[in-house]
């Protein structure tokens, strides 16, 4: 079992950044594809970014893209979603998930959207994004 905890949220001002962290434990991260998904008020959470078990592949969601950078430190059972040039429209809760991938695997493709493919989830961590 892996245990997924998020940590980073708050509230910002348009225009800010955060950097949000996701820490692994009970077993080694390094065998884990990490994402992450969120939230907004009233809404279906939604796929933001995933990083490959290496880190060596990643995927965005158009909405974030060129402003949100995913990366991950496999030695500490970390990965991190760093949040810059926030818009009110990012607000809601983020939250971390994980899967257990074969070694070389790639997170390209639709399927790393999709809910179900995850293993585990954390708790979630609340952003908000003021005008």
């Known amino acids: 079992q892996v245990q997924l905890l998020e940590s980073g949220g708050g509230l910002v001002q348009a225009g800010g950044s955060l950097r949000l962290s996701c820490a692994a434990s009970?077993?080694?991260?390094?065998?884990?594809?990490m994402g992450w998904f969120r939230q907004p008020p009233g809404k279906e959470r939604e796929f933001v970014a995933v990083?490959?078990?290496?880190?060596?592949?990643?995927q965005y969601a158009d909405s974030v893209k060129g402003r949100f950078t995913i990366s991950r430190d496999n030695f500490n059972n970390m990965a991190y979603l760093q949040m810059n040039s926030l818009k009110p429209e990012d607000t809601g809760v983020y939250y971390c998930?994980?899967?257990?991938?074969?070694?070389?695997?790639?997170?390209?493709?639709?399927?790393?959207?999709?809910?179900?493919?995850?293993?585990?989830w954390g708790q979630g961590t609340q952003v908000t994004v003021s005008s």
């Open positions: 998930a994980a899967e257990w991938v074969p070694t070389g695997t790639r997170v390209s493709g639709p399927d790393w959207g999709v809910q179900s493919e995850y293993d585990y």
């Open positions: 009970g077993r080694s991260a390094s065998g884990l594809a």
């Open positions: 990083i490959s078990r290496s880190g060596d592949s990643t």
